[in-house]
Nanobody
Framework: QVQLVESGGGLVQPGGSLRLSCAAS????????MGWYRQAPGKQRELVAR???????NYADSVKGRFTISRDNAKNTVYLQMNSLKPEDTAVYYC???????????????WGQGTQVTVSS
């Protein structure tokens, strides 16, 4: 099985910064795209940022210029650096990855358990 574990969420004031991390573990033979999604109360889950296996990136318009996604393939880890945070960035942030399972040999899409980010004064 493949597990994704997020860390780095918390409470921050408007204009502040946070860095989220998501480490993939388990029986993995390869990871392709990785991404971050978020879900605010009463809203649908939305894509925040995504990075492919070749490190091509795309971002939601609402976070362009403020958030940066990156990955460390040696550590099977994806990061989300969030700067100039706004109250509307408050949400549960979920890590997502397309990973190949080393036991079954099959590719599947996996989700982390989520980490809360709250932007408030």
């Amino acid at each position: 099985q493949v597990q994704l574990v997020e860390s780095g969420g918390g409470l921050v004031q408007p204009g502040g910064s946070l860095r989220l991390s998501c480490a993939a573990s388990g029986s993995i033979f390869s990871i392709n795209a990785m991404g971050w999604y978020r879900q605010a109360p009463g809203k649908q889950r939305e894509l925040v940022a995504r990075i492919t296996g070749s490190s091509n990136t795309n971002y939601a318009d609402s976070v362009k210029g403020r958030f940066t996604i990156s990955r460390d393939n040696a550590k099977n880890t994806v990061y989300l650096q969030m700067n100039s945070l706004k109250p509307e960035d408050t949400a549960v942030y979920y890590c997502n990855a397309d990973a190949g399972n080393g036991w079954s040999g099959n590719w599947a899409n996996y989700w982390g358990q989520g980490t809360q980010v709250t932007v408030s004064s």
